[in-house]
């Protein structure tokens, strides 16, 4: 369960050169055409365009050259979701290039110096010949990949490097990360599908031992640059890792692996001190024999982590069957910075170790579980006081009437909240407290509410939202979207309004009724809204008049639904605003590809009017 579903995962992840306030960069979108490697033979020279983008296509190579030749400016390659084999460096070989992603390449298993057939010479002579390196390349995103196979000299190409994002479930954790000793500037390291066992190899040569030197666990505890360490998999035992030399510069640690038994963190005595930003998690193996025994226990014995007094946010998120203990140990806890607590699918005893005494002077807190019973949230009351500004849970079943009382009693107590997220069994969006809690129009600026509710209690709580004067974000999973909109009432000084994800995974959505073009002009007089978000609400007409009265518009999102063509007033504000960005994205939808092309031939929607996405 999650609890937070927001427009922001319709963002391309790696935008930080994107900021709006700095964005002046023309882009070209290719995404989801199908195309295949034919494209490379149609194109020409295109000598403004800084951000390329060909998600979601069938294209198998790119050649070296192409992109030097096609595109001199480039800053950006997005190639994601597409069905690439082998990535070789000389393929990224660009004066500008800094950002370079391919994720979900699910085919994508060799990362190689050279093209497939290029010479030998430098693969011999064990450094990038001159004029192969993909020197400037920051970013490299290899997320949701095959990698099994990894040229001795590939990272020694990109020399600045500083962020790397590749899944290695098919490395070898003992002797398959010696790549890591060419990333000197790297910055930020996230692995998933992480190993720390051997392979085939090294179990048959007892050559284990010796490889030490290249394991991930070994590499990774050692690089003296790193700010970020984000390791993950279902085969990692955390407790492989020795963190015994300090590590300067870390400030984020993210570890989420496997226990078998009862674990211990005795090895980080060097890092602790400089961290700001922990989180500890299990993941399940669904191979693991003892994967089906759901009511299995394990303990984290956690209490190294007291010494991190440094620490502003600490995290205990898990995905697994099993019952999960984080244990801080005996001594009195005191975080005296920490300002945000997560707990996800594990048990509330870190909870337990505070007091109104020595509690931290929490901002925010995260709780996602199963079940809660009656005494919980009274219990976290009494730990930690009343001083919350952003509060997210995730309930999925309650069914006590005493304990939604106590929910609501505890989140009524933070008078300063400003942020509430809830993803709530249905129990919950029926229940009194609920509405008695927006009934009395609680000052609260952020909202998302994911969660069935019958249609009876879902006009009495637009009703009320209607009149939350405060409310500046919300987004609403509540019913499918033409239900949400015929009911709806403007809030008028919201900046930020999401119904995406609305009947996802609702049993009816094949019989949900089209949209009402009277409903969804609700939305212009919203006038302040700079984020619009409506992706996959199967709509199949945005009528006009609506975008051209949010003057403050920035980010537009109207993926995933059944257009057949643009709103008139969407094309005459994009032939019109050239200066200020207008980020949108209309892919997915059922828009003939001669129309776009035709509006991007006349530069309305390349140049510096924005970042389009299609």
């Known amino acids: 369960m999650e609890v937070q579903q927001t427009y922001k995962e319709n963002i391309h992840k790696n935008n930080t050169l994107l900021d709006s306030s700095e964005f002046v960069s023309k882009s070209m979108s290719f995404k989801g055409r199908n195309l295949t490697d034919a494209l490379w033979e149609t194109l020409e020279t295109y000598p403004s365009v800084e951000i390329l983008v060909l998600d979601d296509n069938n294209i198998t190579t790119l050649p070296k050259n192409i992109l030097k030749k096609c595109f001199p400016r480039l800053r950006v390659l997005s190639m994601r979701k597409n069905k690439l084999t082998s990535l070789s460096a000389e393929s990224l070989e660009h004066p500008t290039l800094e950002i370079a992603d391919f994720e979900e390449n699910t085919d994508l298993s060799e990362l190689l110096l050279e093209e497939a057939g290029g010479t030998a010479g430098a693969m011999g002579s064990g450094v990038p010949p001159i004029g192969t390196a993909a020197h400037t390349v920051m970013f490299l995103g290899l997320l949701k990949t095959q990698i099994a196979t990894i040229s001795p000299n590939f990272f020694k190409a990109f020399s600045s490097l500083n962020k790397l994002m590749i899944h290695c479930e098919s490395i070898c954790g003992a002797c398959g990360y010696g790549f890591l000793n060419s990333l000197a500037k790297l910055q930020c390291l996230v692995v998933t599908g992480a190993r720390t066992n051997s392979c085939h190899l090294c179990k048959v040569t007892g050559g284990a031992h010796g490889a030490m030197g290249s394991s991930l666990y070994a590499l990774a505890c050692t690089m003296p640059n790193l700010v970020e360490l984000d390791l993950s998999g279902k085969n990692m035992s955390i407790e492989y890792f020795v963190f015994i030399a300090p590590m300067p510069c870390l400030r984020v640690l993210r570890m989420q692996g496997k226990v078998v038994r009862d674990m211990s963190l005795r090895d980080w005595p060097g890092i602790l001190k400089t961290l700001k930003h922990l989180t500890l998690g299990v993941i399940d193996d669904e191979h693991d024999a003892n994967f089906a025994k759901p009511g299995a226990e394990s303990t984290f014995y956690?209490?190294?982590?007291?010494?991190?007094?440094?620490?502003?946010?600490?995290?205990?998120?898990?995905?697994?069957?099993?019952?999960?203990?984080?244990?801080?140990?005996?001594?009195?806890?005191?975080f005296p910075h920490l300002r945000h607590l997560t707990i996800k699918n594990c048990d509330l005893r870190p909870l337990t170790f505070f007091n109104q005494e020595n509690a931290p002077l929490l901002d925010s807190l995260e709780i996602v579980n199963g079940h809660f019973?009656?005494?919980?949230?009274?219990?976290?009351?009494?730990?930690?006081?009343?001083?919350?500004?952003?509060?997210?849970?995730?309930?999925e079943n309650m069914d006590a009437s005493q304990a939604i009382y106590d929910l609501f009693t505890f989140i009524r107590s933070h008078q300063q909240l400003d942020v509430l997220h809830l993803n709530v069994c249905e129990s919950i969006t029926e229940?009194?407290?609920?509405?008695?809690?927006?009934?009395?129009?609680?000052?609260?600026?952020?909202?998302?509410?994911i969660g069935r509710m019958n249609i009876h209690r879902m006009k009495r709580f637009l009703y009320q939202i209607g009149h939350c004067s405060t409310l500046t974000s919300l987004l609403l999973d509540i019913e499918e979207p033409s239900t949400v909109m015929a009911y709806f009432y403007p809030v008028f000084n919201l900046s930020f309004f999401s119904l995406k994800g609305t009947f996802i995974g609702k049993k009816d959505v094949?019989?949900?009724?089209?949209?009402?073009?009277?409903?969804?002009?609700?939305?212009?007089?919203?006038k302040h809204l700079s984020v619009l978000d409506l992706s996959g609400c199967r709509l199949s007409v945005v009528p006009d008049n609506i975008i051209s009265s949010l003057s403050f518009l920035s980010q537009l999102y109207i993926n995933d639904n059944q257009l057949k063509d643009l709103p008139e007033d969407l094309v005459a504000l994009l032939k019109t605003q050239k200066n200020v960005p207008l980020y949108i994205d209309i892919s997915n939808n059922h828009l003939g590809m001669d129309k776009i092309d035709k509006m991007s031939i006349i530069n309305c929607w390349l140049g510096t009017s924005g970042f389009i996405l299609y």
Do not use: C, H, W
Request: a positive charge; charged letters at 30%.
């Open 510 to 526: 094949l019989g949900a009724k089209p949209e009402s073009p009277n409903d969804l002009k609700k939305l212009g007089g919203m």
């Open 302 to 334: 956690a209490e190294r982590i007291l010494e991190a007094t440094n620490l502003e946010s600490l995290s205990f998120d898990s995905r697994t069957n099993k019952k999960i203990k984080f244990s801080l140990g005996t001594k009195k806890v005191v």
């Open 373 to 395: 019973t009656e005494g919980y949230f009274y219990t976290i009351k009494k730990r930690l006081g009343d001083r919350l500004k952003s509060l997210r849970i995730g309930i």
């Open 431 to 449: 229940s009194q407290s609920f509405y008695k809690y927006f009934s009395d129009r609680p000052p609260i600026k952020e909202l998302y509410v």
